[in-house]
């Protein structure tokens, strides 16, 4: 402390506003303030003045601080350093100890929350300077050890926190954020296995929606696991709408699957619960504690703000999807010959997909941009679209723009890049003489050239007013002579294995000719 009586903390930043900040609002608190824009401004100031406390920004130019920690505490064990940072990482953490920081805060650090850090670091810097003298004894030693051990919890627990505020910041998919859920819960609280369920009135059991295990091969076989009385536990729990503990207890040691412990977390959004998070040690695996409940309790609070946001993304996506496809229909209703082709084109992509083990989400990105492929022919004239003969050089040019319309139109929503992708260059040609950017080979995306040859096959094998349908044999002739030029040889494999299999049933359910 200073002759004035007031404690003197050090800020050591390169970003000046929050020196500014920072400074003014510990200044109007009655502490004593002052600033350093690097580690080697800080140690110039610390010769010059006598500090109580320093906190310091990790990245910083000419000396970080990590390396102004270390050397503080070659001078001053005394002075107890605290650390902040906007990108924290588990090797920042251990870091920290090993250079004796007392705290680690995560920008945006609010000042209420430094206020409260630096109260609590004054504290404990008493005890530090006690510690330091027993120290010098034997059973100084072992006070030194548990504050060790202490600091070191503190770390584990802010890691734990960090992981949980961060896994759940990215997703569009209920069934994706379920899944982070168990796999979450796995990694915090040391759990064999953790299942995420869906409750509701009008359900007479539970609904496993995930499932996650430590070896990552869960299956969603919960209630058949455990059993019906399993399930009875399960709804209770949503009845009670409380985290539950369960720890050497008769009722689940006599699961069909006994269990040493089990907690069951319910995910509540406002104040009606949608499902309950639940996770289990087996038979001599240990129990849970009240920590454990407490990290699980607060990842499910997080995941709740995140299932209304997903809710209303589903349901943002479902409405511009089914308007998109209106769009298509409108298209597709100008031309006879054309009607029910998209969904045609979309349900063959799959199949070609599935048959090139495509993963769920490719498949679910060829449906997508297969019933909206052609939704840019609605900026092409009647004139030009619907015309029975030849198109003259000049109209074909304008039909050549429909992808990039098209790609346009869903690309402006923000919300299905990659289908965008897919519809633009669904007319591009392996040997590269397609359009509309004249891709060759492997810089077509894949899934563009699956489209590429499930969009031909449909156009052959449909009727137009200029021609006839034709038959299968005749379209499989030239695809397969297409290989390599305008098509992909592999996605052309794909097509062959699928005739040779089980052409009849599938493509006769189209309306192909044999």
């Known amino acids: 402390m200073t002759e004035s009586g007031k404690e003197t903390i050090l800020f050591v930043d390169d970003e000046e506003s929050i020196l500014d900040i920072t400074g003014e609002y510990f200044r109007h608190k009655g502490y004593r303030v002052l600033t350093a824009e690097n580690g080697r401004e800080a140690l110039a100031v610390l010769d010059a003045h006598a500090v109580d406390c320093c906190f310091t920004d990790i990245n910083m130019p000419g000396m970080d601080g990590l390396e ?79 504050l060790n051990d202490e600091l070191t919890a503190k770390v584990e627990e802010l890691n734990i926190m960090n992981r949980i505020m961060d896994d759940f910041s990215s997703f569009s998919s209920s069934e994706a954020l379920f899944k982070k859920v168990t796999e979450t819960a796995v990694a915090i609280s040391g759990a064999e296995a953790a299942r995420f369920f869906i409750v509701s009135d009008a359900l007479e059991a539970p609904i496993e929606m995930a499932a996650s295990d430590a070896s990552g091969g869960a299956s969603r076989n919960g209630l058949a696991l455990f059993g019906s009385d399993f399930g009875r536990l399960v709804m209770e729990a949503v009845e009670e709408k409380v985290p539950t503990l369960i720890s050497q207890n008769f009722r689940i040691k006599h699961f069909l699957t006994p269990l040493d412990s089990v907690v069951l977390v319910p995910l509540t959004i406002r104040e009606k619960s949608l499902g309950v998070l639940v996770a289990t040690r087996g038979e001599g695996r240990g129990c849970f504690d009240e920590r454990h409940v407490y990290h699980l309790s607060f990842m499910t609070q997080k995941a709740a703000a995140n299932v209304e946001n997903v809710a209303l993304y589903e349901n943002i996506y479902d409405n511009l999807f089914s308007t998109l496809s209106a769009l298509v229909k409108a298209v597709e209703a100008r031309d006879f010959y054309t009607n029910q082709h998209s969904n045609r084109v979309a349900e063959i992509a799959v199949v070609l997909g599935r048959e090139m083990g495509c993963s769920k989400e490719e498949l679910d990105i060829l449906h997508f941009a297969g019933r909206l492929h052609d939704i840019g022919k609605i900026g092409i004239r009647d004139d030009i679209l619907l015309k029975p003969e030849a198109l003259t050089d000049e109209e074909f040019e304008k039909i050549k723009k429909h992808p990039d319309i098209g790609a346009d139109i869903v690309g402006q929503l923000g919300l299905w890049d990659r289908e965008a992708q897919i519809i633009r260059h669904h007319h ?38 200029y021609r006839k349908k034709m038959s299968l044999a005749k379209v499989t002739e030239i695809i397969r002579q297409g290989s390599g030029m305008q098509f992909d040889p592999r996605v052309v494999d794909a097509y062959l294995t699928i005739v040779d299999s089980e052409s009849v049933a599938f493509f006769e359910e189209l309306g192909v000719e044999k």
Do not use: W
């Open 68 to 146: 102004l920690a270390e050397e503080i505490h070659k001078r001053d064990l005394s002075i107890p350093v605290v650390v902040m940072t906007g990108f924290p990482s588990l090797e920042n953490t251990l870091s920290t100890l090993k250079n004796g920081v007392v705290d680690f805060l995560v920008k945006p650090v609010k000042l209420e929350q430094m206020e409260l850090c630096v109260r609590r670091v004054f504290r404990e810097r008493e005890l530090l300077v006690k510690n330091m003298i027993l120290a010098k004894e034997v059973e100084g030693k072992a006070r030194l050890q548990a």
């Open 428 to 465: 591009e040609r392996f040997d590269g003489s397609g359009y509309p950017d004249g891709l060759h080979g492997e810089a077509i995306p894949l899934l563009a050239r699956i489209l590429s040859v499930a969009d031909a096959f449909d156009a052959m094998a449909s009727g137009r007013t």
